[in-house]
């Protein structure tokens, strides 16, 4: 039962292509850089500088509490002090739908959004920011939802309660191959006239890099993306925003008997997790969402759904990769040069990089995904590159000070060990506890282990520590789910350090509980 499709990697890349109009004369004239923005608070000079970084926060509210906005009021305290948020993806549950920005977005976030006093008023596609919101796509941005579903899912609440799926945050629509999160996000420039479309750039792409002309980014007034993927400089920091979701392909599985004995594995696991599917929809059948108590048991039932989803969606990847999978190098070309110059550029200090997919997780559900690993070899190719071209002018630092990712729902630190690659000694921060309901540390340990099957012997080796994980827990058999973001302080010196600074609020049965955990420095 695949009641939730993922675009092919080709079709995501296309079309967000169509949606900014990429490498069209108009830009192309005018020596426009389309993946540059220059965020023009005046202040981006400052070298002591304060962010935040939320991320899979896009759902709804659970009567009578609302995780997403006890996050974000957490983040009001800091507002003020802040430059930006950077938002790690999956801004919208279950399938990135327009029909949902009004509650489990605007609402929400209503501070943070000129004419936010009535947000109601704000349409998910005219949305302007009084504070720079910085967000990348996550997987549940791009998702789709075949027609006959919809039909379903689409005419009544009763009937969506009556299939037992994904609670009701699925509707008439998907997000259209990532549609609604550019209309919400990105310079759409696709529907403008060739006339309109001059007059936008001689307004907007006013701001100016190395490369040439860019978007200039003005809170309060002006605030899209050029782009999917993208970059800027703030306070002499380089930070890059990737679009993970085009190169998470695992590698086809080998043409050899060990090969063919874990495909069948794979096989066996499908079949395995969609008899438990239809086991938990049972169970939701005979469950009345107007009932407190069986509520909740509903509420856990589809955060259960989604994470099979999730593993199925693993699965399909690795049983239909091809010879050749789908990559985006266009992209990790993009980052490879861009490195580069960043290195070579004096003024430069300092390096951050934030996308959906983590490279390294220890949470229960994504530690040993054919889509981490993807993730971490496509990351480990770009900096291998970039590590052999500028040589020495690293000083023996990580090729990036900084990776902030989303997709598992935690916070956890983590920092990579000596992999014997260019990604070796790398601060790694995961903020994706912001409003879906959290989800447990593996029982594994906090080591990460990885196995070089492209080395001789196949030798197998630490590459990473989880040094701290907020997540689901038990305690007293009490249930325990904390929400949580990151405020991170970046400090005047070179090489840069960070105050990191994790923001929780949790829920232990029916109360909340706000903290600020002991900050470290990285």
């Given at each position: 039962m695949n009641l939730i499709s993922d675009p092919p990697i080709p079709v995501k890349i296309q079309k967000m292509k169509e949606r900014v109009r990429w490498m069209h004369p108009s830009f192309v004239q005018r020596g426009i850089d389309q993946t540059s923005i220059v965020i023009d608070d005046r202040k981006n000079d400052n070298p002591e500088f304060s962010f935040m970084v939320i991320g899979d926060s896009g759902t709804k509210s659970h009567s009578p509490y609302h995780p997403q906005r006890k996050v974000a009021e957490l983040m009001l305290a800091h507002r003020e002090d802040?430059?930006?948020?950077?938002?790690?993806?999956?801004?919208?549950?279950?399938?990135?739908s327009q029909e949902y920005y009004s509650t489990n977005f605007i609402e929400p976030y209503r501070e943070f959004l000129v004419g936010g006093e009535n947000p109601k008023k704000i349409s998910y596609d005219r949305m302007v920011f009084n504070l720079p919101f910085?967000?990348?796509?996550?997987?549940?941005?791009?998702?789709?939802?075949?027609?006959?579903?919809?039909?379903?899912?689409?005419?009544?609440?009763?009937?969506?309660?009556?299939l037992g799926y994904k609670d009701i945050e699925i509707g008439w629509h998907g997000s259209y191959q990532g549609n609604a999160y550019a209309r919400a996000f990105m310079d759409y420039t696709a529907a403008m006239s060739s006339q309109k479309l001059e007059s936008h750039l001689a307004r907007h792409y006013t701001a100016k890099t190395d490369r040439g002309r860019c978007l200039r980014y003005q809170p309060g007034e002006f605030t899209r993306l050029p782009n999917r993927y993208y970059t800027f400089r703030y306070g002499g920091i380089d930070f890059f925003a990737l679009d993970s979701n085009t190169f998470n392909t695992p590698s086809p599985l080998p043409g050899t008997q060990e090969g063919e004995i874990y495909r069948r594995q794979l096989q066996k696991g499908r079949d395995e997790i969609n008899k438990e599917e239809l086991q938990i929809l049972k169970i939701s059948d005979g469950l009345n969402p107007a009932k407190p108590t069986e509520a909740e048991k509903l509420d856990e039932l589809s955060a259960k759904l989604d994470q099979i989803d999730e593993i199925k969606i693993d699965i399909e990847k690795q049983l239909t990769s091809e010879k050749m999978p789908a990559i985006d190098f266009e992209q990790l070309e993009w980052l490879r040069s861009r490195l580069i110059e960043s290195w070579n550029t004096s003024e430069v200090r300092g390096?951050?990089?934030?996308?959906?997919?983590?490279?390294?997780?220890?949470?229960?559900?994504?530690?040993?995904?054919?889509?981490?690993?993807?993730?971490?070899?496509?990351?480990?190719?770009?900096?291998?590159?970039?590590a052999e071209t500028v040589g020495c002018l690293t000083k023996e630092r990580p090729i990036v000070d900084l990776i902030l990712n989303g997709h598992a729902h935690c916070l956890e630190y983590l920092r990579t060990t000596d992999t014997g690659f260019a990604d070796s000694h790398i601060n790694c921060i995961i903020s994706g506890g912001s409003g879906h309901r959290p989800r447990y540390q593996r029982r594994g340990g906090t080591e990460l282990m990885e196995t070089f099957a492209e080395i001789p012997d196949k030798p197998t080796r630490k590459v990473a520590d989880s040094l701290l994980f907020v997540g689901r827990h038990d305690y007293n058999f009490q249930k325990r789910l904390p929400y949580s973001c990151v405020r991170i302080d970046v400090l005047d010196s070179h090489p840069p350090k960070f105050i990191v600074r994790?923001?929780?609020?949790?829920?232990?049965?029916?109360?909340?509980?706000?903290?600020?955990l002991e900050p470290f420095v990285i």
């Open positions: 802040c430059s930006f948020v950077l938002h790690t993806g999956d801004v919208i549950y279950v399938v990135g910085l967000p990348v796509l996550g997987n549940h941005d791009y998702y789709d939802v075949p027609l006959m579903y919809r039909l379903v899912t689409g005419t009544t609440s009763s009937l969506r309660w009556l390096r951050i990089i934030f996308f959906h997919h983590p490279p390294y997780v220890t949470e229960a559900t994504k530690w040993h995904q054919a889509q981490t690993l993807a993730v971490r070899h496509r990351l480990r190719w770009v900096f291998e590159q970039v994790p923001l929780v609020t949790e829920r232990v049965g029916k109360q909340w509980y706000n903290s600020e």
